[in-house]
Structure formats: C-alpha cells, structure tokens
Nanobody, 125 residues
C-alpha cells in the first residue's frame, strides 16, 4: 500500500523560509508526477508546484503557480527519487494554508493518485 508522509510545516515569520518534504513508501514502480497543493479554509485545493518525471534518460520538469514563482523550489531527491521537497523562501502571510503532497504513480495496485495527510504552514509575525 502506497503512503505519502509529509513533514516540515510550522510557523514562520513573513520573509522567512520553510522546507516541506514528502516521502512515498510502498511497492512503487514508477512515479509520473509529484506535486504540492495547498488549501485555504473553505476553498478547493490549488496546485503550488509540480515535478514531472522526464522518463528514461530525460530530466524532470517543474511547474509552479504564478503566485510562488521565484520563491518556491520543488525538487526530487536522487537517487531514490521517491521523495519530493518544497523549499519555500520569502514567505508571505497569504502562503498560510494546509499543504498536501500528491503523487500520480504506478504501484503494485496499478496506476493511481495518492495524497498525504497535509501539513499546516502558518506565516505570521
């Protein structure tokens, strides 16, 4: 059974930094994308950043929401590549939300999407 376990949320002052990590465990054959979403109270989850597998011999590609470009960086650990990190710099109060890790992958159970449990990020003085 695939699980996504997040870590690294917390309270930080405006202008500060936080690093979120998400580790995927289980019998995983291929990870197509790993993403970070965030959710504000009463709102739908929105995509923050995505890393897409480039496939055999090709580099991964990344995409970001306009609101975080230049401030957030998503990356996958190598060589395992079953962990994704989100480095968040120059944090703003409007970045306060619950952040969720998401993965689209192929496991022993087939091709499915998986979500982590969420981690709170609070940006406040």
């Amino acid at each position: 059974q695939v699980q996504l376990v997040e870590s690294g949320g917390g309270l930080v002052q405006p202008g500060g930094s936080l690093r979120l990590s998400c580790a995927a465990s289980g019998i995983i054959f291929m990870i197509y994308t790993m993403d970070w979403y965030r959710q504000y109270p009463g709102k739908q989850r929105e995509l923050v950043a995505r890393v897409s597998s480039g496939g055999l011999g090709n580099p991964d590609t990344t995409d970001y929401a306009d609101s975080v470009k230049g401030r957030f960086t998503i990356s996958r650990d190598t060589p395992a590549k079953n962990m994704v990190n989100l480095q968040m710099n120059s944090l703003k109060p409007e970045d306060t939300a619950v952040y969720y890790c998401h993965a689209h992958l192929r496991s022993a159970a087939g091709v499915n999407e998986h979500w982590g449990q969420g981690t709170q990020v609070t940006v406040s003085s």
